[in-house]
């Protein structure tokens, strides 16, 4: 139905898509866009001063992942992110998953799991 989908968003590092990307694909999971960004959590960037002042001035570059998928299918998924995008040390990202409302898909109009 129209309200059993989810979306994962993944923010992961560089060094680890390809290993990620392997694994979901191996899970079954194809569509998914990838985009390069620059952020930072806890550990706050490369912090410097500056008349007086501490500014956060390098934000590591990381890769956002971000799928549709069925609400069946999320929990494998976020486990299969966490086992391989981990590395152990701070800066390996985190997983955010909300539910998705609607999906159309807009060359035939249809809707909901069926987009998936």
């Not at 609400?71 to 299969?80: F, K, L, S």
């Amino acid at each position: 139905g129209l309200l059993s989908m989810k979306r994962i968003v993944c923010i992961i590092r560089p060094m680890k898509l390809d290993e990620v990307k392997i694994a979901l694909s191996e899970i079954g999971v194809t569509g998914m866009s990838v985009m390069d960004v620059r952020g930072c959590g806890r550990q706050g960037g490369h912090r410097e001063s500056f008349r007086g002042h501490e500014y956060s001035i390098e934000l590591p570059i990381k890769v956002r992942l971000e799928m549709v998928v069925r609400d069946e299918d999320a929990d494998d998924i976020v486990q299969t992110v966490l086992e391989h995008a981990r590395t152990g040390e701070p800066g390996d990202g985190k997983i955010f998953v909300r539910p998705m409302l609607e999906a159309v898909r807009i060359r035939t109009e249809e809707r909901g799991e069926d987009v998936l």
